[in-house]
């Protein structure tokens, strides 16, 4: 029997946006988590937006399951053209029985509460409902829910808002804020989350290049000389022609 494709889900104007996260969520679920050891689709996560758009897409159309990176890709992609909804890349490295594992949800922001979407083998390491006061709230969750599995949460990173923009030549930028929580105070941790939120809120941060940490950068100056801003411009303009 071939398996039945989820239908892509559609907003309607009737949800609210709680109901129109879940039922985004909904659909990842129906496509499964990957066990299988291959990856399906390949995610460059230096590749532009627009790339990336296309890929979620290919997913819409193959139905395959999914691990975490890819339910992040399709999370972005689901969700545009809402542009009350902010969504940004949160990165876990933990430690368990002398490993490593690395792990990345969609955080999302909307009116005034956090909430995540994404995919993992456990249940409360994805989505989280719209309902947190505070990024660190969110994050601190996500801290408890590793530690019923014996995790101990090494570093955090946490992105920059994705742009509402499909065809954006910009890539996503992954790590704008990185966190060794496991040598941090919780207190510590609380007040780096909350500046970085209140930074992103008031939309003041800018990509920083790729190996810059936050501490070093001092605003307005541009600390690297790649051509970053102005090449994608350049390209959109030329590709319009076409």
């Known amino acids: 029997v071939q398996p039945s494709v989820p239908p892509v889900p559609n907003y309607k104007l009737s949800m609210s946006i709680p109901e129109w996260l ?28 627009s790339g990336l758009m296309e890929t979620a897409r290919e997913m819409t159309r193959e139905s395959l399951p999914i691990k975490c990176l890819e339910a992040v890709i399709l999370g972005i992609y689901l969700t ?19 490993n490593y594992f690395h792990h990345v949800v969609l955080g999302i922001y909307c009116n005034g509460r956090y909430g995540s979407l994404g995919m993992s083998r456990r249940s409360d390491l994805m989505d989280k409902p719209l309902t947190y006061r505070t990024l660190s709230d969110l994050i601190f969750e996500f801290e408890d829910s590793y530690k019923k ?7 955090v990173k946490i992105g920059l808002y994705v742009p509402h923009e499909p065809h954006s030549f910009q890539p996503i930028e992954w790590k704008q804020l990185v966190l060794n929580v496991s040598k941090m105070m919780r207190t510590e941790v609380r007040k780096e989350l909350e500046k970085f939120a209140r930074d992103m809120r008031m939309k003041i941060l800018k990509p920083s290049s790729a190996h810059s940490p936050v501490k070093e950068r001092s605003r307005g100056k541009s600390l690297s000389p790649r051509r970053r801003q102005a090449s994608p411009q350049r390209r959109a303009c030329r590709r319009d022609k076409s």
């Open 80 to 98: 545009n053209g809402q542009p009350s909804v902010e969504r940004f890349p949160i990165s876990f490295k933990t430690h368990f029985s002398g």
């Open 22 to 49: 879940q039922a985004i969520q909904t659909y990842m679920k129906m496509l499964q988590y990957n066990h299988t050891g291959t990856q399906f689709f390949e995610i460059r996560k230096t590749r532009p937006l």
């Open 149 to 155: 599995y014996l995790h101990s949460v090494k570093k």
